[in-house]
């Protein structure tokens, strides 16, 4: 089907574990977003691309890497987990124009022990 | 950063009745979008409201937005229970095209 996937919805790791989120969407939206939401912070923005190749950090890039080789894929790295990164992350898509509404994809549920 | 805050936090209401949240921002904005988002659900986006609008409609969505006030508000009118989810509204900035989103209101709309 259409539309933006995360994989995978629900995942436990230890302390220290590198871990990958994958996100996918199938419309060729220009702008792809991450964002983390945990009770009381709302939704906050971890990273975001332009384009393809083009990535920029944003309120919240600490302790997580990204990557945008191909247009529909948006993978975010957590490269040491850590508990405070237990969270629940969403990546969102954007179409050209800017300042456009976003498409959200279902969530992936980190948890990290 | 830019971040608009929702009020009240929770809402709990009868069915058939009219549910308002508001949010207010802290900086200029270029336009102010609210979603809902379902429990264990990615979010939804509602609508979008540019600055140089005041009131916006969507089926039973009404919403205002007062920038001298730098608020805006969301009406659900005739409220049902699929109504029940967290709503979140969302602010960009004329140089930026990133959202800033806010805590949430959680609506509960009891049968």
């Known amino acids: 089907d259409a539309g933006i996937t995360q994989s995978p919805r629900y995942k436990i790791t230890e302390t220290g574990r590198q871990v990958t989120l994958m996100c996918h969407q199938t419309w060729s939206h220009s702008y792809m977003f991450w964002y983390r939401q945990d009770l009381g912070h709302g939704l906050r923005l971890i990273y975001y691309s332009a384009a393809a190749d083009i990535t920029d950090k944003g309120e919240v890039p600490d302790g997580y890497v990204v990557s945008r080789s191909k247009t529909e894929n948006f993978p975010l790295t957590l490269e040491s987990a850590t508990r405070s990164q237990t969270s629940v992350y969403f990546c969102?898509?954007?179409?050209?124009?800017?300042?456009?509404?976003?498409?959200f994809g279902e969530g992936s549920r980190l948890t990290v022990l | 950063s830019q971040q608009g805050e929702e009020d009240p936090q929770a809402l709990s209401i009868q069915e058939g009745e009219n549910a308002t949240m508001n949010c207010s921002y802290k900086t200029s904005i270029n336009n102010l979008q609210w979603y809902r988002q379902n429990s264990g659900r990615g979010l939804v986006h509602l609508i979008l409201i540019r600055s140089n609008e005041r009131e916006k409609h969507s089926g039973r969505l009404r919403v205002t937005l007062d920038t001298s006030k730098k608020s805006s508000s969301l009406l659900i009118t005739a409220s049902r229970a699929a109504d029940t989810a967290s709503y979140f509204c969302?602010?960009?900035?004329?140089?930026?095209?990133?959202?800033?989103f806010g805590a949430g209101t959680t609506v509960t709309v009891r049968a």
């Open positions: 969302a602010t960009n900035t004329f140089n930026d095209y990133k959202l800033s």
């Open positions: 969102a898509s954007s179409p050209g124009t800017p300042h456009g509404e976003l498409f």
